[in-house]
């Protein structure tokens, strides 16, 4: 099953991004992306395999954006590709049979497109603007998430993306949309992965663990 909150991360130096990473984890999240923009491919594999020792620990999911080779070298739960970097299809050929692949859509043929790839999960955005990412498509908003999702019946997990605080959650979730990825409003603030898993009704693996449930 995919968790229905995602924390991309964030951060100015391959350090911060660490430090942002444990504190998501120790927060309650049940999955991280690592992204990491500007960075050579041999640091973002070091970052990545620190990542992954520490989202090990906490038994939390690892998702590595952009480079599916380095998600399988360091045996992350998958990889998030986007539509310009290597096609679904490719990394499916590579990667471990039980590894998940993401995809970015902002439009219903995106979707369609990415369905046709087999991936796991879609990402549809941007829901509004944010800064977290340049050059982004125009802002789908709830009325463009529920135009895609009436007309896509399909069994795979959508999750909505770009500018989302938790004020949104309820909202979105009324679309159709499954779950969300969440950089900024969460990395403001690491306790608010809790409201969102609440909001959410996922399960915070912190409170499965200790209640027996
Ligand atoms: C969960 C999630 N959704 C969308 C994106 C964006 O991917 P992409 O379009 O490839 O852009 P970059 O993030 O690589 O700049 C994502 N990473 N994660
Ligand atoms: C990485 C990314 N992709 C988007 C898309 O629409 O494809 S929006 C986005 C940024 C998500 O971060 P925040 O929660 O800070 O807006
Ligand atoms: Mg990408």
């Known amino acids: 099953m995919i968790p229905k909150l995602h924390y991309i991360s964030q951060g100015s130096s391959s350090e911060e991004q660490l430090e942002n990473i444990q504190k998501a984890c120790t927060s309650g999240a049940e999955l991280v992306q690592l992204r990491l923009k500007n960075v050579s491919e041999k640091n973002f594999l070091k970052v990545a395999e620190a990542a992954r020792e520490i989202t090990s620990h906490f038994q939390t999911r690892l998702i590595i954006n952009d480079y599916y080779k380095i ?36 439009t219903l043929q995106d979707c369609e497109t990415l369905l046709d790839k087999q991936i796991n999960y879609i ?15 125009p802002v789908l908003g709830l009325n463009g998430y529920t135009a895609i999702t009436d007309v896509l019946k399909t069994g795979t997990p959508i999750l909505g993306v770009g500018g989302i605080t938790t004020e949104d959650v309820t909202a979105i979730l009324k679309t159709g949309i499954s779950g969300i990825a969440v950089s900024g409003d969460i990395t403001r603030d690491f306790s608010k992965i809790r409201t969102f898993n609440q909001l959410l009704n996922a399960s915070s693996t912190a409170e499965q663990r200790y209640t027996f449930e």
């Open 123 to 137: 990402s549809l955005g941007p829901f509004r603007e944010t800064t977290t990412k340049d050059k982004l498509p």
């Open 71 to 106: 998600a399988k070298e360091v045996k992350a739960d998958g990889v998030h590709l986007g539509k310009t970097d290597s096609c679904p299809t490719i990394a499916r050929k590579h990667l471990y049979s039980w590894q998940i692949i993401g995809g970015t859509a902002n």
